[in-house]
């Protein structure tokens, strides 16, 4: 969602500031904004993408060495050059970004109308910024000591940052709930919403916590909390690269991180499959064995694919740690009063580590007593800051919208989890682990033979790319997925798609299948094979398109009429993580055969910080 940068130092700021706008393009937005602070506040900002911006601006002299940069993506009134951020305080001297919701805008807003104040804009930020304007107006006083006092009255999600014209060397940034990271150079300061913006500048970097202001000119940081004590910055060292954030030849991020799958998964295998030594090191895991062993309850939380990988984990963690699972969206569990007991623990899954709704839900659950597991992507997010422990999935940055390799890694974490669990809880055989465990061992080439295959899951897709619908079955460990590739093909391809476990499909979808609907079935070999090749029966005889993933070589597939696409054999515990990557490839090449920017699909955003 909205993305952020900031510059002060001794470059030109609008060059770093654009830059970072670029980088952070992949959040999703739909308007585009700079400011610039040259002893006198300077604002240019359009709808549409940022090279909308950045064409308006050639010519125009841009020779500040502080300025602030927004991508916004619409909440508080439509997407349009007025609404855009930064946005201007009424007295003229202040510019403002802001990601996040102010909820009690409303009544800020009445507030300052009977002060006299109008508005240009239909934002909660607008509303914001004058209410700091009016602060910093009336008490005469400092720009941080009214931001500070504003902040007090403001409840909602943010970051904010400020320039002052009448003090153009210095930026006032504060955060609640939403992500800021500063970039620590040589007399000069990022600001940006992640870390991509900042890398080909420092590695060096700050995150700021919930509830802390930072005061930043060039050569100088401070930090506070909003009581006015100062805290010591924790500058910590980026463990990322410039290549991990680009295209590096492939035609979309998408693709490219389809393609990074075998070894991603080797990462996140990697230094944790012991094979010779029959164990998984999992430090996380291993400091709340205990409480994981005898857990009365798992309670997995999550939005989207990282809740679809939390389905997975249902059916492994029951079937091999015989501990109850109950798998959650975080958007319903924050609001229905949940039951959490002592004993319960709760898994929280996020690629982003970011998401507002997860994070919320992270909130109700810790007041509640529960012991939280993030399993996460991004290093230093705000859900790795709030779990008492975890595990990485050193999946490397995900820029592609659509989530695919975070996916794969988070079913292999999720596995690994669970085998160790139900090895020291003895609750599976010691030849069982280590066959799961050679199997693991075993995805980043099976993947490789998988992708090997592209051409023929692009041809697949060209020949359905025009349909209007789409159904998804599966049944056991391979339901989830079938919800995951219909997910996938809606976000890129904007085609209607519905996921349903196969043996529902009786139950109502049937009556959807006729000689125009596709109808993928996720169908490799597992303990409910044999029903589920009666289902695709059932659709060949209604003269359905069927598609199906199928195990290499498995003849019972033979007879059936339809697109079959290959993937290695594998048990069923671990196929999850093979079939789900020809159906990222349909969904790709569906969306680029339809001429749609897969990597920045229409409304969505990457890192969902609002609610
Ligand atoms: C789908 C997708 C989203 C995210 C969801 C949760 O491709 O990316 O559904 O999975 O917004 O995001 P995280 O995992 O960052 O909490």
Same mark, same amino acid.
């Given at each position: 969602?909205?993305?952020?940068?900031?510059?002060?130092?001794?470059?030109?700021?609008?060059?770093?500031?654009?830059?970072?706008?670029?980088?952070?393009?992949?959040?999703?937005?739909?308007?585009?904004?700079?400011?610039?602070?040259?002893?006198?506040?300077?604002?240019?900002?359009? +709808?549409?993408?940022?090279? /909308?911006?950045?064409?308006?601006?050639?010519?125009?002299?841009?020779?500040?060495?502080?300025?602030?940069?927004?991508?916004?993506?619409?909440?508080?009134?439509?997407?349009?050059?007025? =609404?855009?951020?930064?946005?201007?305080?009424?007295?003229?001297?202040?510019?403002?970004?802001?990601?996040?919701?102010?909820?009690?805008?409303?009544?800020?807003?009445?507030?300052?109308?009977?002060?006299?104040?109008?508005?240009?804009?239909?934002?909660?930020?607008?509303?914001?910024?004058?209410?700091?304007?009016?602060?910093?107006?009336?008490? +005469?006083?400092?720009?941080?000591?009214?931001?500070?006092?504003?902040?007090?009255?403001?409840?909602?999600?943010?970051?904010?940052?400020?320039?002052? #014209?009448?003090?153009?060397?210095?930026?006032?940034?504060?955060?609640?709930?939403?992500?800021?990271?500063?970039?620590?150079?040589?007399?000069?300061?990022?600001?940006?919403?992640?870390?991509?913006?900042?890398?080909?500048?420092?590695?060096?970097?700050?995150?700021?916590?919930?509830?802390?202001?930072?005061?930043?000119?060039?050569?100088?940081?401070?930090?506070?909390?909003?009581?006015?004590?100062?805290?010591?910055? %924790?500058?910590?060292? @980026?463990?990322?690269?410039?290549?991990?954030?680009?295209?590096?030849?492939?035609?979309?991020?998408?693709?490219?991180?389809?393609?990074?799958?075998?070894?991603?998964?080797?990462?996140?295998?990697?230094?944790?499959?012991?094979?010779?030594?029959?164990?998984?090191?999992?430090?996380?895991?291993?400091?709340?064995? $205990?409480?994981?062993?005898?857990?009365?309850?798992?309670?997995?939380?999550?939005?989207?694919?990282?809740?679809?990988?939390?389905?997975?984990?249902?059916?492994?963690? $029951?079937?091999?740690? /015989?501990?109850?699972?109950?798998?959650?969206?975080?958007?319903?569990?924050?609001?229905?009063?949940?039951?959490? =007991?002592?004993?319960?623990?709760?898994?929280?899954?996020? +690629?982003?580590? #970011?998401?507002?709704?997860?994070?919320?839900?992270?909130?109700?659950?810790?007041?509640?007593?529960?012991?939280?597991?993030?399993? @996460?992507?991004?290093?230093?997010?705000?859900?790795?800051?709030?779990?008492?422990?975890?595990?990485?999935?050193?999946?490397?940055? #995900?820029?592609?919208?659509?989530?695919?390799?975070?996916?794969?890694?988070?079913?292999?974490?999720?596995?690994?989890?669970?085998?160790?669990?139900?090895?020291?809880?003895?609750?599976?055989?010691?030849?069982?682990?280590?066959?799961?465990?050679? $199997?693991?061992?075993?995805?980043?080439?099976?993947?490789?033979?998988?992708?090997?295959?592209?051409?023929?899951?692009?041809?697949?897709?060209?020949?359905?790319?025009?349909?209007?619908? %789409?159904?998804?079955?599966?049944?056991?460990? =391979?339901?989830?997925?079938?919800?995951?590739?219909?997910?996938?093909?809606?976000?890129?391809?904007?085609?209607?798609? #519905?996921?349903?476990?196969?043996?529902?499909?009786?139950?109502?979808?049937?009556?959807?299948?006729?000689?125009?609907?596709?109808?993928? %079935?996720?169908?490799?070999?597992?303990?409910?094979?044999?029903?589920?090749?009666?289902?695709?029966?059932?659709?060949?005889?209604?003269?359905?398109?069927?598609?199906?993933?199928?195990?290499?070589?498995?003849?019972?597939?033979?007879?059936?009429?339809?697109?079959?696409? $290959?993937?290695?054999?594998?048990?069923?515990?671990?196929?999850?993580?093979?079939?789900?990557?020809?159906?990222?490839?349909?969904?790709?090449?569906?969306?680029?055969?339809?001429?749609?920017?897969?990597?920045?699909?229409? =409304?969505?955003?990457?890192?969902?910080?609002?609610?």
């Amino acid at each position: 969602m909205c993305g952020i940068v900031a510059y002060v130092g001794h470059r030109e700021a609008y060059p770093v500031i654009l830059k970072g706008l670029k980088r952070l393009e992949y959040r999703g937005y739909d308007s585009a904004g700079i400011a610039l602070n040259d002893s006198k506040l300077s604002v240019y900002k359009k +709808q549409g993408k940022v090279a /909308r911006l950045e064409e308006s601006l050639v010519g125009v002299e841009l020779k500040a060495t502080i300025g602030i940069g927004h991508t916004r993506w619409a909440t508080h009134g439509e997407p349009s050059d007025r =609404n855009a951020h930064p946005h201007l305080s009424a007295s003229g001297r202040l510019a403002m970004i802001h990601n996040g919701i102010i909820e009690n805008y409303a009544s800020l807003k009445l507030e300052l109308e009977k002060k006299g104040y109008a508005f240009k804009s239909d934002t909660d930020t607008e509303v914001l910024l004058n209410f700091i304007d009016d602060i910093l107006i009336r008490n +005469q006083c400092s720009l941080e000591e009214a931001v500070r006092i504003a902040l007090k009255r403001v409840v909602g999600a943010y970051v904010i940052v400020l320039m002052d #014209e009448e003090d153009p060397s210095t930026l006032i940034a504060a955060r609640k709930g939403s992500p800021l990271v500063i970039g620590v150079g040589e007399n000069e300061h990022f600001l940006a919403s992640d870390a991509s913006p900042i890398i080909e500048y420092t590695k060096q970097v700050v995150y700021v916590n919930d509830y802390e202001l930072a005061i930043i000119k060039g050569n100088e940081l401070i930090l506070k909390n909003l009581g006015n004590e100062i805290v010591t910055p %924790f500058v910590q060292q @980026l463990d990322l690269e410039l290549a991990a954030i680009e295209k590096g030849g492939y035609d979309h991020f998408m693709l490219k991180e389809i393609f990074e799958q075998p070894k991603t998964i080797f990462d996140c295998l990697r230094g944790r499959l012991d094979i010779a030594n029959q164990d998984i090191i999992m430090s996380g895991v291993q400091h709340y064995m $205990e409480e994981l062993k005898t857990a009365n309850r798992i309670i997995i939380i999550a939005c989207g694919t990282s809740w679809h990988a939390g389905l997975v984990a249902e059916y492994i963690i $029951e079937e091999l740690c /015989r501990i109850p699972v109950e798998v959650e969206y975080a958007s319903e569990f924050r609001y229905r009063n949940p039951i959490v =007991n002592k004993g319960d623990v709760l898994f929280a899954i996020s +690629q982003s580590g #970011e998401t507002a709704d997860t994070l919320v839900a992270i909130e109700r659950a810790k007041e509640q007593g529960a012991i939280i597991f993030g399993i @996460l992507n991004v290093v230093g997010s705000s859900i790795a800051r709030i779990s008492h422990a975890g595990a990485y999935t050193h999946a490397g940055p #995900e820029i592609g919208v659509a989530s695919t390799k975070a996916f794969t890694a988070q079913l292999v974490v999720l596995a690994m989890i669970a085998l160790k669990i139900a090895k020291e809880k003895k609750s599976i055989s010691n030849a069982r682990f280590m066959h799961l465990m050679h $199997e693991l061992n075993a995805v980043p080439e099976k993947v490789k033979e998988i992708l090997a295959s592209t051409e023929k899951i692009k041809a697949v897709a060209s020949k359905h790319a025009a349909a209007s619908s %789409f159904l998804f079955l599966g049944r056991g460990y =391979n339901f989830p997925i079938a919800l995951e590739g219909a997910l996938k093909l809606k976000e890129i391809s904007y085609i209607h798609a #519905e996921g349903y476990p196969a043996a529902e499909m009786k139950h109502g979808p049937i009556a959807l299948v006729d000689e125009n609907l596709p109808v993928l %079935f996720v169908a490799t070999k597992d303990a409910y094979h044999e029903k589920v090749v009666s289902n695709m029966q059932e659709i060949n005889a209604r003269k359905g398109k069927l598609i199906a993933v199928v195990t290499a070589g498995d003849h019972s597939v033979l007879s059936l009429t339809g697109d079959l696409i $290959e993937v290695p054999e594998a048990d069923e515990v671990i196929a999850p993580i093979l079939n789900v990557v020809p159906l990222q490839l349909l969904s790709y090449y569906i969306g680029v055969e339809r001429g749609l920017d897969v990597d920045r699909p229409r =409304n969505l955003a990457k890192s969902v910080t609002v609610e």
